[in-house]
């Protein structure tokens, strides 16, 4: 098992997160979707949301001084997508925690170190903040890879469509849910 530590994503992580992400959809995704979808996503779709560093709210998972995951959790309304795919400003008013969910958000890790905890590391640090901003309900949209780890965390598919990138390129995924309980997070997190 690999030794790692989570913490706050920077500014100056943007270059090895685009990487990473590279790295990580290229290979992880390859079982699910065909190249030119892979290839399509992360011209449009995936990429690191700079919002989520400047909120505080996105995390790395750091082994050896090298950036091996990412994620995170969002106060705003958007979904999912990088920089690259944001097309309205509004999309990204804050969410009221009474009555909203918060958006779980852009988990990658690097193919040597998947399997390893991390992903799971990475969701626990999003959702204690998320709690501690006063959410209980989480919301996200899965790749079909993605799906196992999210149900696995307790997240359940409210609805599967097909996003139909730019380019025409169908890409197949699942909006998830889960509501959260405080006490429980940190009970189960105890148990660990």
């Not at 709690?131 to 899965?142: H, I, K, N, Y």
């Amino acid at each position: 098992m690999t030794s790692y530590h989570i913490r706050p994503a920077v500014t100056e992580d943007i270059p090895a997160l685009n990487t990473l992400i590279g790295q990580s959809v290229r290979d992880l995704n390859a079982a699910d979707y065909h190249s030119h979808q892979i290839e399509s996503a992360l011209q449009y779709v995936y990429g690191v949301d700079t919002q989520l560093i400047e909120d505080g709210t996105y995390f790395v998972a750091v082994a050896d001084g090298r950036l091996v995951g990412c994620g995170g959790w969002s106060q705003r309304k958007t979904l999912f997508g990088g920089d690259q795919a944001k097309e309205n400003s509004n999309e990204d008013s804050l969410l009221d925690p009474k009555s909203e969910a918060a958006k779980i958000r852009a988990f990658f890790v690097h193919p040597a170190f998947a399997r390893q905890g991390i992903g799971r590391a990475l969701m626990d640090a999003a959702e204690f903040a998320a709690v501690e901003a006063g959410f209980s309900r989480l919301e996200l949209v899965a790749t079909l890879t993605g799906e196992p780890l999210y149900a696995q965390a307790g997240f359940d598919v409210i609805e599967r469509f097909t996003v139909t990138l730019p380019d025409d390129t169908p890409f197949d995924v699942a909006r998830m849910a889960k509501s959260i309980n405080s006490k429980a997070l940190l009970l189960s997190t105890l148990r660990r």
